[in-house]
């Protein structure tokens, strides 16, 4: 069975950094893409970055461009997002995601198959 499961969310003020990671198990695909989406209340699921297993392109949305970063650590099985100088409307659940079928850039939800269970992001004023 795959699994996805993020952690490394939580509280942080304005200005702050979070690393989520993502541990991917239960697959054995060499062609696949991991996807970061996040969501706060009252608004729709919004694919904030990606990255591809064949050739590591990276894909990243215009609200966090030059602020976060998608790395992966293919011997621990784990996709990392890394976020820096947060802003109170980074505030939202995240989450991974992954596409077993292909790599690539990809940032829709309805281009994932599999999805972790969320973690929660607050930034404070």
């Known amino acids: 069975e795959v699994q996805l499961v993020e952690s490394g969310g939580g509280l942080v003020q304005a200005g702050g950094s979070l690393r989520l990671s993502c541990a991917v198990s239960?697959?054995?695909?060499?062609?696949?893409?991991i996807g970061w989406f996040r969501q706060a209340p009252g608004r729709e699921r919004e694919g904030i970055s990606c990255?591809?297993?064949?050739?590591?392109?990276?894909y990243y949305a215009d609200s966090v461009k030059g602020r976060f970063t998608i790395s992966s650590d293919n011997g621990k099985n784990t996709v990392y997002l890394q976020m820096n100088s947060l802003e109170p409307e980074d505030t939202a659940v995240y989450y991974c995601?992954?596409?077993?079928?292909?790599?690539?850039?990809?940032?829709?939800?309805?281009?994932?198959?599999?999805w972790g269970q969320g973690t929660q992001v607050t930034v404070s004023s």
């Open positions: 239960g697959f054995t695909s060499e062609d696949y893409t």
């Open positions: 990255i591809g297993s064949s050739d590591g392109s990276t």
């Open positions: 995601a992954a596409d077993l079928r292909s790599s690539g850039v990809k940032s829709l939800a309805n281009e994932y198959e599999i």
